[in-house]
């Protein structure tokens, strides 16, 4: 300890990894004169042997120096401002003694602090370690683990809160986690102690203090009365919003007036607008911690850290639900001229049952289905967010489709939960369709689309070699339509592909699992789309009926033709032959057929999708595919396809990012690709192109 040091103490304060920026903001009425020290000129005081500069901030510089009598190294910071000799010079060091008694785990030691030509400097130790962000970063820390960190965080906070200090300026650059993987709270440059005499510390009411991203509401308003530990909470909250979206609560890119101005006055962004993959639960307990009003936040960072904690075990997260007492409160504060007593004991008793079946409501009555990002897991939801069931799967992707629906009357009431497994392994439910009823056992179906060999009705020459063989299915397309009028509800459409074969068992079924029509087809058919008006399943597939051959362009060698094709689904039709553009043996004539006939780009094809045709469009009767390319950015053009399988003239659209390639020379020209009838490599002269006059035709729907 330096002699200059009017305390005579030593003890814990902060980490000087990060001490350029240690008591930046004290403000110039507590200390003197501000003179910048030279920063080639390192300062010689007393026990410390200098090294070097480590940095230099608005509040000083900071040097790397080794202690002379044990040769530890530390870090030394010399403040830019030059000590007073009135009252306000004694709170500054009023202030820094008591912040050497704190002995906490999760803040570095302060070893010593003194005077030195009349500035103050600070002694710390120095800690090796990495910034929350960088550390989640370079650990590439998946959601779980970061989660876990920042519940780690919160309980050190907590500690921090219940030694009686305000940090005030929570933010990831001040979190370091060190080699022992613990994080530690730094920079306690501008805490404010709970003491009784709170009012003697540095800080100046009205005067903002923190980062503009990072700090709560009160804070960017200069509101000193309103800056509590509930100010640390909105911090790291926003930390956590940083941490797991990549981007703070609220949009930085502005000024930075009209920065503090949007954290002081408006609500934060909800955490699903910045990643939609955020699960619902999750993104509650995020909006809680940074809620506006301090009184909407959560009690204590040891209450934060529950929430999260929660979540990480799938148990019910207490951000979803608002109390009655917050109800109350909210009412009171819009009316507070008609808030008298007698008002307030009405509407305590009026809406105390209401009020309290409302939210228990909200909380547990199935809302929704979301799927999580690595298709493992598919969440029911109630409408706060809470999970109230999960559906697993040991694979990614294995979950591919999810839906609550309504059933009708006549098939029981209630709700069903469908479920769609996709691809085959140990502990996998299997690949097809599961039906669950919300008012029954959420573990065990109702039915499912997964049948055994004998209860299928197959084409001949596809059941052949198969007949003691267990069927697998591989899950393609499912939708919802109303398909047949007549009958109660709507149906369900699937396409389960026949893993040992390579086929395609097209079916509508009822919300009773009940086959009410079936088909086959030749090959895949992952997509479907229903013309509600013309009353025809349109599919995307592949057709293993026939190839290309060799058109004569490089790489076509056996190309499985991509198909379009529709069917008008008749009900108790259960067919035993292949959807096909003929009615030849053990084929069945499609409404319609086209093939997309190749061009020299196939290759560089990557995706194909139907979608819904634009809002001028004729309503069910036209369909659009969708063709990505495998180029620069995956530019796409569109073809708009009409109800008798023909393609609309002058309705391509072809975006900026391909027309951009093809002036390059990279892609070819759109007008090569176009649909076809299915023959045979000997039959039709593959390169060809359409017939202008045989594709015209007047405009449909009008």
Not at 643 to 654: F, K, Q, W
Request: hydrophobic share 35%.
């Amino acid at each position: 300890m330096s002699d200059s040091d009017p305390s005579n103490t030593a003890g814990r304060l902060s980490d000087f990894d990060s001490a350029q920026r240690l008591l930046s903001a004290v403000e110039d009425d507590a200390i003197g004169e501000v003179e910048s020290p030279t920063a080639g000129a390192a300062p010689r005081i007393p026990g410390y042997t200098i090294e070097g500069l480590l940095g230099a901030g608005g509040g000083g510089l900071v040097y790397r120096a080794l202690a002379d009598s044990s040769q530890r190294p530390v870090a030394i910071k010399l403040l830019t401002r030059r000590l007073g000799e009135d009252a306000d010079a004694q709170r500054a060091w009023r202030e820094l003694h008591i912040l050497s008694q704190l002995r906490l785990p999760c803040l570095p030691q302060m070893l010593d602090y003194g005077e030195h030509d009349g500035r103050l400097y600070i002694v710390t130790e120095f800690i090796d370690g990495l910034s929350l962000d960088d550390y989640c970063r370079e650990r590439n820390l998946d959601r779980e683990a970061r989660v876990k960190l920042l519940a780690e965080v919160a309980e050190a906070l907590q500690s921090l809160h219940e030694h009686g200090v305000i940090h005030r300026d929570i933010k990831p650059g001040n979190i370091l986690v060190n080699s022992h993987d613990q994080p530690v709270i730094v920079d306690l440059g501008i805490a404010t102690l709970l003491t009784d005499d709170v009012m003697e510390t540095l800080t100046v009411e009205g005067v903002p203090l923190g980062s503009p991203a990072f700090m709560a509401p009160e804070q960017a308003r200069g509101d000193r009365a309103q800056t509590s530990t509930r100010s640390d909470i909105y911090g790291l909250g926003a930390t956590a919003y940083y941490i797991l979206t990549g981007q703070p609560p609220h949009d930085m890119e502005a000024t930075i007036h009209e920065a503090i101005r949007r954290v002081a006055q408006d609500e934060p962004r909800d955490p699903r607008m910045l990643d939609r993959s955020l699960p619902r639960p999750l993104a509650a307990v995020l909006r809680k911690a940074v809620s506006r009003k301090p009184q909407d936040r959560y009690g204590s960072a040891a209450e934060f850290a529950a929430d999260l904690r929660r979540w990480l075990k799938r148990d019910p997260v207490e951000a979803g639900t608002v109390s009655l007492v917050q109800r109350l409160a909210r009412f009171i504060g819009r009316h507070p001229i008609a808030a008298t007593v007698a008002t307030c004991i009405t509407i305590a008793v009026v809406m105390l049952v209401p009020a309290g079946l409302s939210a228990w409501y909200y909380d547990h009555r199935p809302y929704g289905i979301d799927v999580s990002s690595d298709g493992r897991e598919a969440w029911l939801l109630s409408a706060s967010g809470r999970i109230l069931h999960i559906w697993r799967s040991p694979i990614d992707g294995g979950i591919s489709y999810a839906r609550l629906i309504e059933r009708p009357s006549e098939f029981g009431g209630g709700r069903l939960a469908l479920i769609a497994y996709s691809g085959w392994e140990d502990g996998l439910p299997g690949p097809a369709l599961y039906a669950y009823d919300l008012q029954q056992d959420l573990n065990t179906p109702v039915w499912t689309t997964y049948p055994q060999m004998s209860e299928l009705t197959m084409p001949p020459l596809a059941r052949a070699g198969h007949e003691d063989q267990e069927i697998w299915f591989q899950y393609g397309a499912t939708s919802l339509h109303d398909i047949f009028p007549n009958r109660p509800g709507q149906e369900v459409i699937t396409s389960q592909i026949v893993a040992t074969t390579g086929y395609t068992c097209i079916r509508i079924l009822d919300l009773e699992g009940s086959t009410l029509c079936q088909y086959w087809h030749k090959g895949t058919a992952p997509q479907c789309y229903w013309m509600s008006e013309a009353k025809l399943l349109v599919f995307l597939a592949a057709s293993m009926e026939n190839t290309w051959g060799d058109p004569g362009g490089d790489g076509l060698d056996d190309l499985y033709p991509r198909v379009i094709f529709a069917i008008r689904p008749v009900l108790d039709h259960i067919s035993d032959r292949w959807v096909y553009p003929t009615d030849a043996p053990h084929q069945e004539r499609a409404v319609w057929y086209r093939a997309l006939r190749p061009f020299e780009a196939v290759d560089a094809l990557s995706s194909m999708t139907l979608a819904a045709p634009h809002t001028s469009d004729p309503k069910g009767r036209n369909v659009r595919l969708v063709l990505g390319m495998r180029i620069s950015s995956n530019p796409t053009f569109s073809l708009l396809i009409d109800y008798r399988g023909d393609e609309v003239p002058g309705r391509r659209v072809v975006s900026d990012g391909y027309r951009a390639t093809v002036e390059r020379g990279d892609a070819p020209e759109p007008s090569v690709v176009y649909l076809g009838d299915l023959l045979s490599p000997d039959d039709s002269n593959q390169s060809g192109q359409p017939n202008p006059d045989e594709a015209s035709h007047e405009p449909i729907g009008n």
